[in-house]
């Protein structure tokens, strides 16, 4: 089972909300974990949007819109991405990583069609 | 301005290495550590290896995957990172990321360079 889960493809419609899931395997606790978050579209590398621990220990990104927030499901062990007010512009691959056991691990990825 | 500019990916045999270089600018190279992010074609993000800003063994980390094949390296009078790459195996075949990890305040990859293509193949 993967450390980090996350649903491959996700669709929603212009001024709409979105909610990408990364679940973590059983065992690993989303309550200590800082979950980042980023963005990447085609022929780019990732960008940094945020990062979410607690709604105490949060960091947007430089530049990113507050469109985009952090938070967690601790009933469902998953960070989660909300991005509000969905805009052409935020079609894009969406990762989500933690540090875990010395290492980065990068969720599968969501890829976010707005249409 | 933060710039991290790869080098050296290209078309190599299986079994066969390469060396990987990334020139930093527009930040004190010595006082962060770095990483290697590769993506294969289509695929997510896989992380490759990371090393601390001092370049001590003692923080070197390497995914699973090529423990025991790939080496990081980085020069602090040079700005550069490197990673050598040997037994190379279709599956490494990838683009490479060289990336830079802030810890400010706690620690997490900020800066991306546009990446370097390996492609592994008879």
């Known amino acids: 089972q993967a450390v980090l889960t996350q649903p491959s493809s996700l669709s929603a419609s212009p001024g709409a909300s979105a909610s990408l899931t990364c679940t973590l395997r059983?065992?690993?606790?989303?309550?200590?974990?800082?979950i980042y978050w980023y963005q990447q579209k085609p022929g780019s590398p990732p960008q940094f949007l945020l990062k979410y621990r607690s709604d105490s220990d949060k960091q947007q990104g430089s530049g990113v819109p507050s469109r985009f927030s952090g938070s967690k499901d601790a009933s469902a062990n998953a960070g989660i991405l909300l991005i509000s007010g969905l805009q052409s512009e935020d079609e894009a691959d969406y990762y989500c990583v933690i540090w875990h056991n010395r290492a980065w691990v990068f969720g599968g990825g969501t890829k976010l069609t707005v249409l | 301005e933060v710039q991290l500019v790869e080098s050296g990916g290209d078309l190599v045999q299986p079994g066969g290495s390469l060396r990987l270089s990334c020139a930093a600018s527009g930040f004190i190279f010595s006082s962060y550590s770095m990483n290697w992010v590769r993506q294969a074609p289509g695929k997510g993000l896989e992380w490759v290896s990371y090393i601390s800003s001092s370049s001590s063994s003692s923080f070197i980390y390497y995914a699973d995957s090529v423990k025991g094949r790939f080496t990081i390296s980085r020069d602090n009078a040079k700005n550069s990172l490197y990673l050598q790459m040997n037994s190379l195996g279709d599956e490494d075949t990838a683009v490479y990321y060289c990336?830079?990890?802030?810890?400010?305040?706690?620690?997490?990859?900020?800066?991306w360079g546009q990446g370097t293509l390996v492609t592994v193949s008879s």
């Open positions: 990336v830079r990890e802030d810890c400010g305040g706690d620690c997490f990859l900020d800066y």
């Open positions: 059983s065992g690993i606790n989303v309550g200590t974990y800082r």
